[in-house]
């Protein structure tokens, strides 16, 4: 080392410290490539983040159609399976003819709706309703046709010795007999060939399994089934012994041939159509189904036990109710003659028309009887009406007030997805829900509230949330998520209270957010200096009132220009006119509406008028007009008087004329000239014409009077004219008169 040269060592060390800086740099290289790929990596991340959030939209949307396809692909399957064999076997299926008597009574349109719903699923059945009336209801008719069941409507109208009364129990008399007689000869008279088909006597107020049917298409001659609900027992049946016997439970009048219901028999067609068994009222109480039975022939041992030998169960007796309606609302029932009003299509809303304005009265006398006291009302005893009358004050939305909950309208406070049906159920969609108090949050009480979908049968389950100011969805459903930056849409976001607290607390933190201070500072300013613009216009309300109000009637008078214009202009296009309409007046007005009173006035009224103004003329014309009037005006009134003479002014004139006329002709401004005369032939043909007054023309200009001229009234009802004895027929050869209206002639002359 020692021989090492010092040039050689320094060129050593450069080069090992060369290397480290090198390496230093190639370090540092990567250390900031690293932090490069970091934010690209970052960036990566939320990009897939993002798309997966994506793909599980699209996954939830897929999935939803797909659950949506293999539903209504079920349907069809449905559809198709239920059709498809249905057509193959149903030519080989006999028919059903089922007999419904029904009469008159509040419930008939809900008991005939509810069997024809169960009919038109039945192939292969001929529905026969015979009518308790002198005619059938239209509304029958519209119930078998909607349903598109093969029906024969008929009607049969009851003795009324034998029509029971509304109190009376339905065992007293038997019902349906006529009408059922009546289904029966309609079948021997238009079903006479037929060999293939079962009758069965089948009630308006039972309720009936679709398997039943098919027992009856299976009976050869007389099958039997049980019947629930009837005769004061659960079922009321035939039974089996082991010797193969039949035997019946029934435990009202068993003694009977055929102790069984009516429902609980069906006959094959031939052998009605055979015989001529018929029901009557010649028989005890309870024993019409025993005395058609034996009509026709068949005994206890012909019986064929059916409905898996009477163990199933496939019709009941559901008789519905009779409804307790008040005195005035029976009456209206029964003494309508309009049925229509309660069992037509137009419902309660046709009800109320046919009403007409005493609907509101009753209405209003309804709210009178709620609060009636009557007679045997203790109010130690009953404490309330509502108590006395057994009811809750809330009525039916109390139905459940012993087990806390109390029905309400619940209008659904945003938009939710059920969970049942996947349908989108939109904000203020209301319910008829359940309320129900569950607990406390401090001292606010905390309610829930289940409810049913109306596109479905999913129940909702919803819950008020008070410690966030919502609601918990509980069961049932989920929110319609919304997000959305309130920046965006020029809102204010929600306020972090707990921000605010740390700003003021912490110096570090208040040092950090001093340029987001500024910048926010910044972009709210012309915000801030809006808002203050807008409260400094406001601030004197009289004067910004008084701009307001002159800036209105500005616009108004140049909205009435504008108009003004419009309709000048639409008036010279009319007229095809070419020239400046000048501004309308006081005088324009006037005229127009005399112009307009004479073009509107109708005959009678014209007759009217003229009859007036005949009338408001003065009855002697004096013969010397009084030196006070006025010169120019006598001249014209006078010409017009020569001009409305309607005879013959020329017939036999003088060929001269006194000095008296001469005179006063000169006063008035007369000129007399002379004719010259050509020769005596012309002037005999002319005097031998005879001319119309209507063929004379006079050289005198025309001359126009106002309204009060004509009516005579004031200074300028003065009229000239000649005295009988100065009347004088003038010739048309020697003279003609012209009116000197240029002359400066006076009456003193």
């Known amino acids: 080392m020692a021989f090492l040269d010092d040039g050689l060592v320094f060129k050593i060390v450069c080069a090992i410290g060369l290397f480290f800086v090198v390496q230093i740099a190639v370090f540092w290289s990567q250390i900031q490539n690293l932090d490069d790929k970091k934010l690209t990596l970052v960036a990566e991340i939320d990009t897939l983040m993002r798309k997966r959030e994506v793909l599980k939209k699209s996954t939830w949307m897929l999935e939803r159609d797909t659950y949506r396809m293999e539903e209504k692909l079920k349907r069809i399957d449905g559809l198709v399976r239920d059709r498809v064999p249905l057509a193959q076997v149903r030519e080989n299926l006999s028919f059903i003819y089922f007999i419904t008597p029904t009469y008159r009574r509040p419930t008939q349109k809900a008991e005939l709706i509810r069997l024809a719903q169960t009919l038109t699923f039945v192939p292969n059945l001929h529905w026969i309703v015979v009518e308790d009336a002198n005619s059938t209801s239209p509304f029958i008719a519209s119930i078998l046709k909607r349903y598109h069941i093969r029906f024969t409507h008929l009607h049969a109208l009851t003795p009324p010795e034998k029509k029971p009364s509304e109190k009376d129990p339905n065992w007293k008399i038997a019902r349906g007999v006529v009408q059922r007689n009546k289904a029966l000869s309609w079948l021997r008279k238009n079903l006479g060939n037929a060999r293939k088909g079962v009758v069965y006597f089948g009630d308006d107020d039972n309720t009936y399994d679709w398997r039943l049917f098919d027992e009856i298409r299976s009976v050869d001659r007389v099958g039997v089934w049980p019947v629930g609900l009837v005769g004061g027992l659960i079922v009321e049946t035939a039974k089996i012994s082991k010797d193969g016997t039949v035997s019946f439970n029934s435990l009202w009048k068993p003694k009977r041939s055929f102790p069984i219901d009516m429902a609980a028999f069906a006959v094959n067609l031939s052998l009605v159509l055979n015989t001529e068994a018929c029901f ?104 309330s009406l509502n108590s006395y009358h057994g009811t809750h004050a809330l009525r039916e939305r109390a139905a459940k007030i012993k087990e806390g909950i109390l029905i309400i309208r619940f209008e659904m406070p945003f938009n939710i997805w059920c969970l049942g049906c996947n349908n989108h159920i939109g904000m203020g969609v209301r319910y008829n829900a359940e309320k129900k108090k569950i607990g406390m949050y401090y001292t606010t009480p905390l309610y829930e509230f289940r409810m049913r979908c109306h596109l479905c049968q999913n129940y909702f389950l919803i819950r008020t949330d008070p410690e966030h100011f919502d609601y918990e969805l509980v069961e049932g459903c989920r929110r319609q998520e919304k997000r959305y930056d309130p920046s965006t849409i020029d809102q204010l976001g929600a306020v972090d209270r707990g921000f605010s607290r740390q700003l003021e607390s912490d110096r570090m933190f208040q040092v950090e957010h001093v340029k987001e201070d500024k910048e926010k500072a910044e972009s709210s300013a012309d915000q801030i200096g809006k808002l203050e613009w807008i409260q400094e216009r406001m601030r004197d309300d009289f004067a910004a009132n008084q701009a307001l109000r002159r800036m209105f009637r500005a616009r108004g008078e140049r909205g009435n220009s504008r108009i003004e214009k419009a309709n000048d202009k639409n008036l010279l296009e009319r007229m095809s006119l070419n020239i400046e309409l000048l501004a309308e007046n006081d005088e324009d007005r006037k005229l127009a509406a005399a112009v307009m009173k004479r073009k509107n006035m109708k005959f009678p009224e014209a007759t009217e008028e003229k009859r007036n103004e005949i009338l408001r003329k003065p009855i002697f014309s004096s013969s010397h007009p009084s030196p006070l009037a006025n010169t120019a005006t006598s001249k014209k009134l006078l010409s017009m008087n020569l001009l409305e003479k309607k005879y013959d002014v020329f017939s036999s004139a003088p060929t001269t004329w006194s000095r008296q006329e001469q005179n006063k002709a000169e006063s008035l401004g007369i000129v007399i000239k002379k004719k010259k005369v050509e020769t005596e032939d012309c002037i005999e043909a002319d005097a031998s014409k005879t001319l119309n007054p209507g063929e004379i023309k006079c050289d005198v200009p025309e001359v126009q009077c106002s309204e009060g001229m004509k009516s005579g009234s004031g200074e300028d009802n003065i009229y000239t004219s000649l005295s009988k004895s100065e009347e004088h027929n003038f010739d048309l050869k020697p003279v003609s008169l012209v009116a000197d209206y240029g002359s400066d002639s006076s009456l003193e002359n």
């Open 280 to 383: 009557t009222y010649n028989v005890r109480r309870g024993y019409q189904e025993s005395h058609f039975l034996s009509a026709l022939g068949l005994e206890v041992k012909d019986l064929e036990v059916k409905a898996d030998g009477c163990t199933k169960v496939y019709v009941w007796h559901t008789r519905t109710e009779r409804p307790k309606l008040l005195p005035p609302e029976r009456s209206k029932f029964w003494h309508v003659t309009n049925l229509d009003c309660f069992f037509g299509d137009g419902g309660i809303d046709t009800y109320k028309l046919s009403q007409g304005p005493n609907i509101e009265s009753r209405m209003g006398e309804r709210k009178g009887q709620n609060f009636y006291y009557p007679p045997d009302f203790d109010y130690k005893k009953h404490k």
